[in-house]
């Protein structure tokens, strides 16, 4: 038996690519409808002018004016997909410069690191390919750090750990120096690197690992220090990004139905309480809801969407 491959996942850019595609075959469709029932509608007025015969020049009026119902309908189908092709358009373009200037700024770096430079080999851009590449030279080291959350309640006999424990951070410290033309140009560069954390810009490190997509979480340098280089130490954080489990079922008021139902139980099992957690803590509420559990202390409340 032969064994199907798994499609490969599109890309940003392939689906921004199909995006647009697929709107601007929507907006030649509407505009043919367009101009075919305006024709049309233009050729049953053309001729109830002419008809003498009222029954039929009634008829032909009705059809005009149905035929002019579809031309309105059709315009603004037409409108709509000409307004979302320039949105992904946009998209597309935005995420093709972006391929660009990364491709740049990767061919930059390798003929930085060609030869010999004073300003060391290791850079720092911005993940959207924008600005200049800060180098540096990390000559106090370099280290990556990774964190995780383990629950403390047991684990139901069978399940997965992986449904218990998840990554919570992950982060990178380096510390060394950085070398400018001048005093000048160091204080520049380090500015820029000030600029990007306090506009909490996601930053691409690029040397003995490579990190993309992180945020300078900490930074501090030492001006006593030779003429033209300052001393510093970067650590850098990245959040992990994962879906709330209620992300699925709180978009409707079926949902939310469903919601309550599953939180209205007799009984609640204590290895069952990390599941619920989630739920207890959820900041995103339009209505406070008290919701007691037998079993559990009186003042126990929920805050959930309803």
């Known amino acids: 038996m032969v064994q199907a491959t798994k499609p490969k996942k599109r890309t940003a850019e392939q689906k921004a690519h199909d995006s647009m595609k697929y709107w601007d075959k929507r907006k030649k469709h509407e505009g043919a409808v367009y101009r075919k029932m305006f024709s049309k509608a233009q050729g049953y007025d053309f001729d109830s002018h002419f008809e003498k015969n009222q029954v039929k020049k009634k008829k032909l009026i009705r059809k005009r004016d149905n035929c002019l119902k579809l031309v309105d309908a059709a315009n603004k189908r037409k409108k709509q997909a000409e307004n979302n092709y320039k949105k992904a358009k946009d998209k597309y373009d935005r995420i093709v410069t972006q391929r660009i200037d990364l491709s740049n700024k990767l061919a930059e ?14 850079a720092i ?16 080291g370099e280290s990556e750090n990774v964190s995780s959350n383990i629950t403390s ?13 998840r990554v919570n951070s ?14 000048a140009d160091s204080y520049r ?39 033209i280089t300052l001393k510093f130490h970067l650590l850098f954080s990245l959040s992990i990004k994962q879906k709330s489990p209620l ?7 079926e949902s939310h139905l469903r919601l309550l139902n599953l939180l209205r139980v007799t009984e609640i ?11 207890i803590h959820c900041g995103l509420c339009l209505r406070n809801t008290a919701v007691l559990f037998n079993g559990w202390h009186e003042s126990t409340t929920l805050r959930i969407l309803t």
Not at 109 to 121: D, F, L, P, S, V
Not at 153 to 165: H, L, N, Q, R
Not at 170 to 183: L, Q, R, Y
Request: net charge positive; proline share 4%.
């Open 189 to 227: 560069k380090w500015h820029m690197l000030s600029q990007w954390n306090s506009s909490h810009i996601r930053l691409t490190y690029r040397g003995d690992f490579c990190y993309k997509h992180y945020l300078i979480a900490n930074m501090n340098n030492d001006y006593k220090i030779f003429e």
């Open 125 to 140: 851009y911005r993940s959207d390919g924008k600005g200049e590449i800060i180098y540096i030279s990390p000559a106090d």
């Open 269 to 279: 099992k204590s290895t069952q309480l990390s599941l619920l957690n989630p739920v």
């Open 247 to 253: 992300q699925t079922i709180v978009s409707t008021t």
């Open 153 to 165: 309640y047991p684990v139901d006999e069978g399940a997965p750990y992986s449904s218990y424990a």
């Open 170 to 183: 992950k982060g990178a410290t380096v510390a060394g120096i950085i070398v400018g033309k001048d005093k």
């Open 109 to 122: 770096i390798a003929e930085h690191n060609t030869g010999w430079k004073n300003e060391g080999k290791c």
